[in-house]
């Protein structure tokens, strides 16, 4: 190799994408779904509901120094995170559903990057223009102009990226309250340094990443095609009608040819930078902007629409066959998806209507595991910790079964007695209690250790052991 060859280069570098407006049914349903997707993140944790005295009024609430998370009627306590387990499930199987029923619908309307992807380029698009405006000011040599526009476009990033981490860490403290402290600038770090590392990684993924995030850090599109089948609705382009492709000039006969007329108009609207007409491929997030903007060049040219269209490959060879079209709604794998979706939602709705107001938990003594009483009598210690799930103050009455003469004393400030045990509203009861029996035959005993409200109706237990002796 010659000293003056040029470096050899294993990797392209990244051209940067300019996606062109694009009007059409598709383009609406995005704004309209950006709309409600935007108006949810930045109110709901303003919604109030009402829970009662002694608990938090907002809706939604991850309460992270008293470990609840309140979502509406939904109370989840940290002993409870199998319904965390649960939502995660449905949410999990509720997106294997959608994309075997109509593709990466999720990628192209609702997931957060595209819709924080679509609000930034909106706002690319008002400030510095359209696509052919953007890349020639991209190109062009720093100027004035050039200056102030790229200035403004990132200054209103910033804006959003700010909006977007002060919306997010609202659903972990009371909204109303942090934001009078924001506007005050009196927030503390542990908060404002959520709000600056998420405001800076939604100027950096939605203003500069975009598509990279989909591509590399995404793992969805990676495995998406194991969630497709021949019924899966996809957006393709129909090769037997297109080609051949080529140009058209008004009043030329369409004999012979395909309707394409190879205006690469697909291509450039495309928030991904990929040709559909190339095949489906990993990156088309199937957002339909394609399918308008070919639409709209057919109707230019005086052609059908639905060269680029949402389908599926059934259906598609169907119509080439001349046979009947199936829906691709009702098949073996949406009734599965489905019959897991109902069976992990009715198991939660089930432990959530039936939920215990009041849960005891028993940890017996390691060291000694018995202590002998002067009178011969057996002593074990408990750590007993009583869950109040209610939202008013209770009192409880323990009791233990099993034992013969047992005693139970409750150590702790004041004058605890066990029948008289008091438990503040969502709060847990912690209580150092010694039981005292006469020696069992055993030295291990199976004993239940229960709770009752005073006054109430509610009760639980919990199956402990009393131990008398060493093995």
């Known amino acids: ?91 999990a199987v509720a997106l294997f559903f959608a994309t075997s029923l109509f593709g990466r619908v999720w990628c192209g309307y609702a997931c957060p990057q595209t819709v924080w992807t679509d609000l930034f380029v909106w706002v690319e698009r008002i400030v510095q223009g359209d696509r052919a405006k953007r890349m020639r000011l991209a190109n062009a040599p720093w100027s004035f102009e050039k200056l102030w526009k790229m200035a403004l476009t990132q200054s209103l990033w910033l804006v959003i990226g700010l909006l977007t981490g002060g919306a997010w860490v609202f659903y972990f403290n009371d909204a109303p309250t942090l934001l009078e402290h924001i506007l005050n600038f009196d927030v503390p770090w542990s908060v404002g340094g959520w709000i600056i590392a998420l405001t800076f990684s939604t100027y950096v993924m939605a203003g500069f990443a975009r598509e990279q995030v989909c591509m590399y850090m995404c793992p969805y599109s990676r495995f998406q095609s194991a969630m497709f089948d021949r019924d899966t609705l996809i ?58 903007a070919c639409d709209d060049i057919m109707d230019k040219v005086g052609r059908p629409r639905g060269l680029i269209r949402y389908d599926t490959t059934n259906n598609q060879l169907a119509r080439e066959e001349g046979i009947k079209e199936r829906s691709h709604l009702l098949r073996a794998r949406t009734v599965y998806y489905t019959a897991i979706l109902a069976l ?85 009861g912690h209580f150092r209690v010694f039981v005292t029996a006469d020696k069992p035959t055993a030295i291990r005993s199976e004993i239940v250790v229960r709770v009752e409200e005073v006054e109430g109706e509610t009760a639980a237990q919990y199956d402990g052991i009393f131990m008398s002796g060493r093995p």
Not at 236 to 247: A, C, H, L, V, W
Request: charged share 25%; with cysteine.
């Open 1 to 91: 190799m010659s000293d003056n060859a040029p470096p050899l280069q294993l990797f392209e570098k990244k051209e940067r994408i300019f996606p062109k407006r694009v009007w059409g049914k598709f383009r609406k349903i995005k704004w309209l779904v950006m709309v409600i997707t935007l108006g949810i993140y930045y109110l709901a944790p303003f919604l109030r509901w009402d829970r009662g005295p002694h608990a938090p009024d907002q809706a939604i609430l991850i309460d992270m120094p008293a470990r609840r998370a309140y979502f509406f009627f939904i109370e989840i306590w940290p002993q409870e995170v199998y319904y965390l387990t649960g939502i995660l499930i449905l949410a």
């Open 235 to 292: 957006i393709g382009y129909d090769e037997k009608r297109g080609e051949p492709r080529g140009k058209h000039k008004k009043g030329e006969s369409w004999d012979g040819r395909g309707d394409c007329v190879d205006c690469t108009a697909c291509v450039q609207v495309c928030p991904m930078g990929i040709d559909i007409r190339d095949g489906l491929q990993m990156e088309c997030i199937a957002c339909g902007l394609c399918v308008d």
């Open 344 to 428: 992990v939602g009715g198991i939660m709705l089930y432990g959530l209507t039936h939920r215990d107001p009041v849960e005891l938990h028993v940890l017996h003594d390691r060291n000694p595991l018995f202590v002998t009483m002067s009178d011969g009598r057996i002593r074990n210690g408990y750590d007993v910790k009583i869950l109040n799930k209610t939202h008013t103050d209770k009192k409880y009455s323990l009791s233990v079964d099993g034992l013969s003469g047992a005693d139970i004393r409750v150590q702790g400030a004041g004058n605890l007695e066990a029948s008289h045990l008091p438990v503040f509203a969502d709060s847990v």
